[in-house]
């Protein structure tokens, strides 16, 4: 720690007070902490004109100066504070994640598909080394990129699997977004092997609703897909969305699936618009919180943890996530 440094608080920074805490707010960054009555006294004095060093030697003698340098270390570290320019320390976004739609094609007719606004007669003309060369790019970016193949229908290319392999191959994460319905004894091991995760679209707690939503039959091939998956080792997350059709069955999945289960709203795009299967988000959000275990806003705060001192941020699209059309388009 430079204890010659001379910490400031932004302008911005907005403090709330309940009880015995504080919380400073840096909406910016953003970054926030929690403090004491004691440490929220000392943050206030932090106006650029005191170091570090005057901090620790005026408090010295207290009983709390181990925590208190513990804690002004791990805040000068984190880039809380800013320095007397009231300069917000930014962090770029890196490439993490590379959606590759690997066609527009799909084997089923769901009810409320949002890629029906798509141009259907896109041709899945890229060439596989054209598609390794983009590989090799990603990966000379960022080592930990993840590949997340979707579609359409991705298993409906032939070249998903041989990409997938040569994406594990040089050590880049893989995921498969999947109707499930395409997966058999003769590709199960492979799917398994080549991808980290696999998420297999699932609509119901029984076959009927879910056939009503995704097609005649699609159930049955989709949970045989899903414990293939499971005989090698590869235990698929199951992505339901959830709906007028759907919902009285949201128990029952839980009950059936329990952790492995991703709920997620339909939007009114594609095919869903002349539907009147969409529920708002107020109904959504009472569905999820009537069913024992599962808990709604834990996403939400797991990610607003997430981005705790990372620096300004924008919108990922085109620098943390890039999206491929099969064609070609980005």
């Not at 499971?230 to 919902?247: E, G, S, W």
Request: hydrophobic share 35%; charged share 25%.
């Amino acid at each position: 720690m430079n204890i010659d440094f001379h910490p400031i608080l932004p302008m911005s920074t907005y403090i709330l007070h309940k009880n015995d805490k504080y919380i400073f707010i840096i909406p910016e960054k953003p970054d926030w902490v929690v403090a004491n009555k004691n440490f929220a006294s000392i943050l206030l004095k932090l106006d650029g004109k005191t170091s570090i060093k005057d901090i620790l030697n005026t408090y010295k003698n207290h009983n709390y100066i181990n925590d208190l340098e513990k804690t002004l270390k791990k805040l000068v570290e984190e880039n809380f504070f800013y320095d007397v320019q009231q300069k917000c320390i930014n962090s770029k976004n890196k490439l993490y994640t590379l959606h590759l739609n690997m066609t527009s094609k799909c084997n089923l007719k769901c009810v409320y598909c949002y890629a029906e606004e798509r141009d259907n007669n896109i041709n899945d003309d890229i060439d596989i080394e054209c598609y390794k060369k983009m590989l090799d790019e990603v990966y000379e970016i960022n080592k930990n990129t993840i590949v997340t193949f979707t579609g359409g229908e991705p298993l409906l290319n032939d070249k998903t699997l041989l990409l997938a392999q040569y994406c594990k191959d040089k050590g880049l994460g893989t995921m498969l977004l999947t109707n499930g319905t395409l997966i058999d004894e003769n590709n199960a091991y492979e799917i398994a092997k080549n991808f980290d995760s696999i998420r297999v679209s699932i609509e119901g707690a029984t076959e009927k609703t879910h056939d009503k939503i995704r097609g005649k039959s699609s159930y049955l091939k989709a949970i045989k897909g899903i414990n293939l998956l499971k005989k090698y080792n590869n235990n698929p997350l199951i992505a339901t969305t959830v709906n007028n059709i759907n919902k009285h069955e949201m128990a029952d999945m839980v009950k059936k699936y329990g952790n492995n289960l991703h709920f997620q709203p339909i939007y009114s795009v594609g095919r869903a618009k002349n539907t009147k299967i969409e529920i708002d988000g107020e109904e959504y959000y009472n569905i999820l919180n009537s069913i024992d275990g599962v808990k709604p806003h834990a996403f939400l705060q797991k990610h607003i943890a997430n981005m705790k001192n990372r620096g300004c941020l924008k919108c990922a699209i085109g620098e943390g996530e890039i999206s491929i059309a099969s064609n070609g388009d980005v």
